[in-house]
């Protein structure tokens, strides 16, 4: 009994307290300043939308080359046999330096090709087209359900 009268104050203060903060918000809409307005032509209005430098196939081709040449010297570098492995490294480099340059800016293509530095996210986009390229495509087996000798 003394739980039940408990649960009833508790409900009928909680009713009353949102009945009078309810109540106390103003209908009036509030009058607020604005800055009188000019005329501003929409490239000024929107000064966050900025043309962004694209980078055409032709600018990155460059890079695709000179990262495919430095991933052959690399992978030619502890070769006994370079003629034979040159031609076997030739393709999978071109697939990896062809798969980065596809999501490639300016800024990293012109670190790469001037300034000779690897940014990190060039890494992890070689290690992501590394994968992509040199993944083996095997054939899906069919399902065993059982062992048959």
Known sequence: ?????????????????????????????????HAPSTTVDSAQKMSFDHGHNKVRDMDKHPFEHKFSQQCIARELKNSINKDIDRARFKEPCMCIATYMMKDLT????????????????????????????????????????????
């Open 106 to 149: 300016a800024k990293e293509a012109q670190k790469f090709l001037r300034e000779q530095k690897h940014t990190q996210s060039l890494r992890i986009r070689y290690e992501n087209a590394a994968y992509h390229c040199l993944q083996i495509k095997q054939a899906p087996q069919t399902p065993t359900i059982f062992k048959t000798r």
């Open 1 to 33: 009994m003394k739980i039940t009268k408990l649960r009833f104050r508790l409900f009928f203060y909680t009713m009353a307290l949102t009945l009078f903060l309810t109540a106390c918000s103003d209908d009036n809409p509030k009058e607020t300043r």
